[in-house]
């Protein structure tokens, strides 16, 4: 069974970067689509940026030209790099599979930005 670890959250003051990572054990991420999504209490969890097997990429409109999203199939990673943080992205971030397959939900990384 695939396990996802998520890393490299933390408390950051408004236009900092952060980097977040992905990490899979027990399955090979390299032939799937994977995402990053974010959830904060109350709300439902939501994608913010995509990329295929292929190496397309798609951002949700409230992170474009903020995040990039990358993977490094060989280390079974996925990766996203947070600059120009607000503190409306302050949440919990998940990365997991954005197809009809999708792996147990590992417990995310803590993503606070403080104004």
């Known amino acids: 069974q695939v396990q996802l670890v998520e890393s490299g959250g933390g408390l950051v003051q408004a236009g900092g970067s952060l980097r977040l990572s992905c990490l899979a054990s027990?399955?090979?991420?390299?032939?799937?689509?994977m995402g990053w999504y974010r959830q904060v209490p109350g709300k439902q969890r939501e994608p913010v940026a995509v990329?295929?097997?292929?190496?397309?990429?798609t951002y949700a409109d409230s992170v474009k030209g903020r995040f990039t999203i990358s993977r490094d199939n060989a280390k079974n990673m996925v990766y996203l790099q947070m600059n120009s943080l607000k503190p409306e992205d302050t949440a919990i971030y998940y990365c997991n599979t954005h197809t009809a397959v999708v792996f147990s939900w590992g417990q995310g990384t803590q993503v606070t930005v403080s104004s």
């Open positions: 990329i295929t097997s292929r190496g397309r990429i």
């Open positions: 027990g399955g090979d991420l390299s032939v799937y689509t």
